[in-house]
């Protein structure tokens, strides 16, 4: 029986066992209407009675995307909306910008049983949303194997953009030259037009248009100028320019015909004479160095010398200071009016203040 304690009266409810002690039923094509108590009865003395209640998921609907214009033009505002009914508990909803997932504004309303779930993603679309999917996917525990999604796909129109694309780097007189525009629009661009200097090209003869591309055959200096390429569609115009020069074709000098120089003999006069005179002669700078360690080793050699030269002058002046004095001769010593030796000696080292009167007498 199910909770209206009646004894159930369904073609979908089937049989499958009865025993002593078990019974089991089978319910085909489940509705939310079969949720419920469901409660078996074994009348025995006494009665036994077991229930279970009978959960119905509600499946979400495939969902569906409004809301996308088609075309769109770069720099519309946009807002898609996805939506999906019937799920119990409420699906969740998730958006996919090609592989990338973005987040929308999610909105969950009952309807009896079940849910209507839907979510709003708001763009301001550009050129780069050209040819991007957006994706809707529906998560619920009753798809867990198979979620469902829809997709739409965003057309975007936008002006064109031009490029000139040149196939030399440095152009020189004589050489084949291509210039390409390459232009990118939604719709594509009309058939572009080239001019030069702002008016048409002056000689169709060499320079070829073809399509997209302007080909010189053969260049020369006559073809310098601006060269303008411009391309257009419904939603707006687009130009690109190019300033071609063209350069001289670099000339090839002929072999020089300058005799040799022949070597002059070892003359040590020319050779101080070149060295002279040459102001960018290079020199050994190993033999600048060792030049500048012999003049040192010189210099120093002289301030010593110099230096022993001073101290023996000092030395030699002290000494004759110390023995300045007056001095006699062996004959003049035996005179009578000669001073005996005490008195020398007393002289000697006596009388300091009158040091510089001393005598000295040899005995």
Known sequence: MSDSDKALRDNRIELVRASSSELTISISDVSLSDEGMYTCSLFTMPVRTAKAYLTVLGVPEKPEINGLKKPAVEGDYITLTCITQGSKPAADLRWFRNEKEVKGAKEVNAEGKTFKVQSSLQLHVDRNDDGVAYTCRVDHVALALAPQQATEVLEVQYAPRVEIIHSLEVPQEGQYLKLECLSKGNPSPDPVMWTKDGVELPDLDRMIVDGRELTFTSLNKTDNGTYRCEASNHLGRSSAEYVLYVYDVPTTL?????????????????????????????????????????????????????????????????YLARHKGTYLTNEAKGADDAPDADTAIINAEGNHAHAEEKKEYFI
């Open 254 to 318: 002929p072999p020089s015909t300058t005799p040799l120089l022949h070597p002059i003999p070892p003359d040590s006069t020319a050779q101080l004479s070149t060295h002279a005179s040459d102001p960018t002669d290079s020199r050994d700078p190993n033999a600048l160095g060792q030049h500048g360690t012999d003049h040192a080793l010189i210099g120093g050699v002289v301030a010593v010398v110099v230096f022993v030269t001073l101290c023996l002058i000092i030395v030699l002046g002290r």
